[in-house]
Each structure stands twice: as C-alpha cells, then as structure tokens.
Nanobody, 126 residues
C-alpha cells in the first residue's frame, strides 16, 4: 500500500525557513513522479514543486514561479524520503502542503496524481 506521511510544518515569521519531509512507503521514490502541492484557505490547490524522470532515467525538478529561487525539492533514495526546503518564506506561502506521488514517472506532476498525503500546515506570519 502506498503511503505518504508529511511532517515539518509549523508557524514561522516572514523571511524564515522550514523544511518539509515526506516519508514514502509501498513504493520507491526514484521510480515515481513525486512532489509537493499546497492549498491555502479559500484558494485552489496549486503545484509547488515536482521531481519526474526523463527517458534516460535522469531526474528533473520543476517549480512554481512563485517559489523559484526560494524553495528546493530533493529526494533521498536510501531513506525513501522527499523534502522541500523553504527559505525566505512569505505570508502568501501559508497553506496546507501535500506530498504527492504517481507511478507515471515520465509525466510532470498534476492535480491527477494517484497518491496524496494528508498534508502538513505551514503558517507564515508577517
């Protein structure tokens, strides 16, 4: 059974940093498209960052324009974990952050990902 368990959310002041973690089980992260989405109160869910694979097996990362240069996604294949390092946080980053995964590894992340965690809340105060 595929499971994704997020942790690391919390309350932080603007300009601060947080590192979100996603513990994956039931599959191997390097063989899946895997990433992070977020949903703020009253807003639509949006993709934050994703790791997918090229046909040669190399991995590539994508980021929403709103987080480029501030957030970094990474994966640890030995631990089967995915991380989101969030720096220079802004109040508009406040949201529930979800870890997502899909077996279609060559496709970028989308709202149709097969597997979703329950989310970890991030609140950025001004």
């Amino acid at each position: 059974e595929v499971q994704l368990v997020e942790s690391g959310g919390g309350l932080v002041q603007a300009g601060g940093s947080l590192r979100l973690s996603c513990a994956a089980s039931g599959f191997t992260v390097e063989h899946y498209a895997i990433g992070w989405f977020r949903q703020a109160p009253g807003k639509e869910r949006e993709e934050v960052s994703c790791i997918s694979s090229n046909r040669d097996g190399s991995r590539y990362h994508t980021y929403a324009d709103s987080v480029k240069g501030r957030f970094t996604i990474s994966e640890d294949n030995a631990l089967n974990m995915v991380y989101l390092q969030m720096n220079s946080l802004k109040p508009e980053d406040t949201a529930l952050y979800y870890c997502v995964a899909d077996s279609y590894v060559f496709l970028p992340c989308s709202n149709n990902m097969d597997h979703w965690g329950k989310g970890t809340p991030v609140t950025v105060s001004s």
